[in-house]
C-alpha cells in the first residue's frame, strides 16, 4: 500500500487547511452523475501500480487516460515514478491547463502493452465505446489554497479502504454532508490480489523475480479482461450469425469446419503453430455450436504460446464431459507459462479431481509438483510426485519425480534449519599426496615442496551460532578448524612431511542481508574474522607462525534463472613469526574474486563457474611479496542418477619481488555421492605443474571424503 502511505503523508500536511465539517458525496456504480474536476485549481493524480515499475533503477512511466462524460473527449496521461522503483506514478496539472472549466471525470488504464503506435487514444475510445475497459475508481480530495488531489485504485475495496482512512484521520463522523471531497467507484467486488514475497533464507535470493511474477501476473490479469471482452462480442456475434443459417447452409458450413480441423492436425504435425490457430478458429466460427472445437482452438492457442488469449478461450469453452480434465490441463498449462503457480495449480487439482482424467492425470501432477516446489508448499509437492509415481507409465517422467521428491526433502530440510540457532559442518578426508608443500603463510599454495610423498590425514569442522535472524539479515558468530596430519606412504612417522602439517584456527562474525539490486535479487556476506596458523616448522613444538585480521565482502547477484554473479573483496592484516623471522612475513593483503554460476540444465543439476581473481601481498620481506592472478573453470553434472561429478582447470601467475615467477597449472576431477540429506562421500584427484624459477615441482593427489552438514 505504498500509494495510501504517500496519500497519509500528504493529509499529514494539508491537516489544518481543511475544517473538520467536510462533507462527501458517494457516487454509486449505477448512477449518471461524474465528479467533477475544474480547472480554477491544481491537479495532481496519483496511481499506484506495480506492474508499470519495469526498472527498478530507472523513473518509469505509464498512461492513465482521462475522459469527460459530458464531451466525450479523452485525454491520455503520461505519469511518471515519484521514484525509482517507488511503484507509485503522479503527474500534476497547473490551474488552467485544463481547457474544460468543469469536467465530468472517468479514468481509465487499459494493458500499457496494447498501447503501441500513434493512434493510442483512438484505440482506447474503441475499448470504452466497446465496454472492454472499465472505469477506474478513484478518490478526489479538494483542499483549499491546495488543490484537487486524485487517488486512483484497481479494485473498489482499495478505493474504500483509502477513504475509510482519510475519514478516520481527519475525524469525520459518518453522517457527514454532501460537499466537493468525492469518493468515486465502480462495480468490481474482486479484492486486489497480492503474491506475498517469500522471505525464506534461500529463497530471499529471488525476492526481485516474485517481485516480478506479481508484476507480471498484475498485467497478465489486465490484458485478459480485456480480451474476454472482446472475445465475449466476437463470440457472441458468432453465435447470432448462425442463428441464419439454413439448414443446407449448416451442413456445408459443418464439412467445412471439419476440413479445417483436418488442415490444423496436420500443421500441428509440422509444427505450424499459427497455421492450426487460423484453422481451428475458422472450424470453431463455420461450427459455433461446438464446445469441442472451441475448446481446440484455445489449446491450439496455447501451442502457439499465445498464453492469455488461450486462458480466454478455454475459460469461456464449455466442453463436453470427456474434454473437461483436457480444458483444465491446457489452463494449468497457461498459468504455468506465466508463473501465475496458485492458479496452475488449482487448474491441475481440477484435472485430478475428475473422473476421466487418465490421459493427463500424471503429468497434470508432475507440473502442479514443480509449482508447488515454486511456492515453496514442499510437502504437498512430494505428494504430488508420488502421485507420478503411482501413475505414470513413463519411466522418464518417473525418474524425474524421484529427482523432485528427493530435492523437496532437501528444501524442506533448509527451511527447517531456519530456525536453528546451532550450525555444524566438516569435512574428514584421507589423501594420499606425491609431493607435500610446505604452507608458511597466507600463500598456502605458494609454498616449498618438501620433496616428501605420503598419506595425509584431513580434519575440517566448522561451527556456527545464529544469535540474530530475520527474513532480510541475520549474524552468525562461526569458528572454524583445519588440521592436516601427514604419514610416510606406510602410515609410518615422517618428522620433515610433518613440518608441512598446519592447524588453521578461526574465528569470524559473518553479516549476510537479502534484498534486491538493480530489481534482481542479491544477498551479501561481510565478515570480520581473525585467523592463525599454528604449524611445527623446526619439529620443536607447535607454535603460531601467523595471526591475521580479515574482512570479507562478498556479493551475489540473481541475474536472470540462468545466471547467478559473485563478486568478493577481500582483504587482511598478516602478522608473522616464522623461525624467529619476525618481519619478513609481515603484510597486508587485499584483491578481488569475480566468478559466475552459469545453470547449463537445472534437472541435471549441470553448471558451469568461471572465475578470475587479483591479490596483492604487500609484505616486508621481497621473498614474501607477490601479487597474484588466478583463472579458472569449473563444471558439475549429475551422472548415474544419484552421483555427482565435477571438473576444473586452474591456472595462477605469482610475481614476487624476490624475481620469483611461478606458473602453476592444474586439473581435477571427482565424484561424489549423498549418504543422506546430512552425509557425502567423494573422491577426487588432481595433478599440479608448478613452472617456476625458484621452486619448480609436478606432484598429484587423490583424497577420499566424507562430509557433513547439521
Excluded at 508499470?52 to 464531451?71: F, H, M, P, V
Excluded at 488552467?96 to 471525470?105: D, M, R, S, V
Excluded at 557425502?680 to 584427484?685: S, T, V, Y
Amino acid at each position: 500500500m505504498n500509494q495510501l502511505i504517500l496519500f497519509l503523508s500528504i493529509l499529514s500536511q494539508l491537516f489544518f487547511a481543511e475544517a473538520k465539517d467536510q462533507r462527501f458525496k458517494v457516487f454509486k456504480e449505477n448512477s449518471e452523475e461524474r465528479a467533477i474536476i475544474t480547472n480554477s485549481r491544481p491537479l495532481s493524480i496519483y496511481y499506484e501500480n506495480i506492474g508499470w515499475n519495469e526498472d527498478a533503477t530507472q523513473i518509469d512511466s505509464g498512461y492513465l487516460y482521462l475522459r469527460n462524460k459530458d464531451s466525450g473527449e479523452i485525454k491520455e496521461l503520461n505519469l511518471t515514478e515519484t521514484k525509482p522503483n517507488s511503484g507509485v506514478f503522479a503527474i500534476d496539472f497547473p490551474v488552467g491547463t485544463i481547457k474544460e472549466k468543469k469536467l465530468a471525470a472517468e479514468i481509465y488504464s487499459p494493458p500499457q502493452s496494447m498501447l503501441k503506435g500513434q493512434k493510442r487514444i483512438s484505440f482506447v475510445k474503441a475499448l470504452i465505446e466497446d465496454s472492454s475497459i472499465r472505469r477506474k475508481p478513484f478518490l478526489l480530495r479538494v483542499v483549499a489554497q491546495k488543490g484537487q488531489f486524485i487517488d486512483v485504485f484497481d479494485e473498489k475495496v482499495n478505493a474504500i479502504e483509502a477513504y475509510n482512512a482519510y475519514r478516520k484521520k481527519m475525524g469525520l463522523s459518518d453522517d457527514a454532508l454532501e460537499s466537493e471531497s468525492i469518493i468515486q467507484v465502480t462495480t468490481e467486488e474482486k479484492p486486489h490480489k497480492k503474491q506475498p514475497i517469500d522471505t525464506s533464507t534461500l529463497q530471499s535470493l529471488f525476492m526481485a523475480n516474485e517481485n516480478d511474477l506479481s508484476s507480471s501476473n498484475r498485467k497478465n490479469q489486465e490484458l485478459r479482461e480485456v480480451l474476454k471482452s472482446v472475445e465475449e462480442r466476437r463470440r457472441k456475434a458468432v453465435l447470432e450469425n448462425a442463428k441464419s443459417w439454413t439448414s443446407s447452409q449448416t451442413t456445408f458450413k459443418m464439412k467445412k469446419a471439419t476440413d479445417a480441423i483436418k488442415t490444423a492436425v496436420s500443421s500441428i504435425k509440422e509444427q505450424n503453430f499459427d497455421s492450426s490457430i487460423e484453422q481451428f478458429l475458422q472450424a470453431s466460427d463455420l461450427n459455433p455450436a461446438s464446445e469441442d472445437i472451441y475448446q481446440q482452438y484455445g489449446v491450439s492457442l496455447f501451442r502457439g504460446k499465445k498464453f492469455n488469449q488461450s486462458i480466454v478461450v478455454l475459460q469461456l469453452s464449455n466442453p463436453s464431459e470427456d474434454r473437461i480434465a483436457e480444458k483444465h490441463f491446457y489452463l494449468g498449462m497457461n498459468f504455468y507459462q506465466l508463473k501465475d503457480y496458485p492458479s496452475a495449480i488449482a487448474d491441475f487439482d481440477k484435472v485430478l479431481a475428475q473422473p476421466k482424467n487418465k490421459s493427463f492425470a500424471a503429468t497434470s501432477a508432475f507440473y502442479k509438483g514443480t509449482a508447488l516446489i515454486e511456492v515453496q508448499e514442499y510437502e504437498k509437492a512430494k505428494a504430488a510426485f508420488q502421485y507420478v509415481l503411482d501413475t505414470s507409465e513413463d519411466p522418464k517422467m518417473d525418474e524425474r519425480a524421484e529427482k523432485f521428491i528427493e530435492y523437496s526433502m532437501d528444501r524442506q530440510a533448509l527451511e527447517k534449519k531456519r530456525s536453528n540457532w546451532f550450525f555444524a559442518s566438516g569435512v574428514l578426508g584421507l589423501m594420499y599426496d606425491s609431493n607435500i608443500v610446505l604452507a608458511q603463510d597466507q600463500a598456502r599454495e605458494q609454498g616449498l615442496v618438501t620433496g616428501e610423498e605420503g598419506w595425509r590425514l584431513l580434519t575440517q569442522v566448522s561451527t556456527q551460532v545464529r544469535p540474530y535472524y530475520a527474513d532480510s539479515d541475520e549474524l552468525r558468530v562461526g569458528f572454524d578448524l583445519t588440521a592436516l596430519k601427514s604419514f610416510d606412504t606406510s602410515f609410518g612417522s615422517n618428522p620433515t612431511a610433518e613440518q608441512a602439517d598446519p592447524y588453521l584456527v578461526g574465528l569470524n562474525v559473518p553479516w549476510t542481508h537479502r534484498g534486491t539490486l538493480g530489481g534482481k535479487g542479491y544477498f551479501f556476506d561481510l565478515t570480520p574474522g581473525f585467523e592463525a596458523i599454528i604449524m611445527d616448522l623446526d619439529n620443536t613444538g607447535n607454535e603460531v607462525i601467523t595471526q591475521s585480521v580479515k574482512l570479507d565482502f562478498n556479493n551475489t547477484l540473481v541475474a536472470n534463472k540462468d545466471w547467478i554473479a559473485k563478486w568478493d573483496v577481500f582483504f587482511s592484516i598478516n602478522d608473522s613469526d616464522i623461525l624467529g623471522d619476525t618481519e619478513s612475513a609481515d603484510s597486508v593483503t587485499g584483491g578481488l574474486r569475480v566468478s559466475s554460476i552459469i545453470i547449463l540444465n537445472k534437472d541435471l543439476e549441470r553448471y558451469l563457474i568461471p572465475d578470475i581473481s587479483y591479490r596483492i601481498n604487500d609484505a616486508q620481506g621481497t621473498n614474501f611479496a607477490f601479487n597474484r592472478i588466478d583463472l579458472g573453470m569449473t563444471y558439475t553434472s549429475s551422472v548415474f542418477g544419484k552421483w555427482m561429478w565435477n571438473s576444473r582447470l586452474a591456472y595462477f601467475l605469482a610475481n614476487y619481488q624476490s624475481l620469483r615467477v611461478d606458473n602453476n597449472y592444474s586439473a581435477s576431477t571427482g565424484v561424489s555421492r549423498k549418504i543422506n540429506r546430512s552425509w557425502n562421500w567423494g573422491l577426487m584427484a588432481s595433478y599440479i605443474v608448478n613452472n617456476s624459477n625458484i621452486n619448480a615441482y609436478n606432484k598429484y593427489n587423490v583424497v577420499s571424503t566424507f562430509s557433513f552438514s547439521y
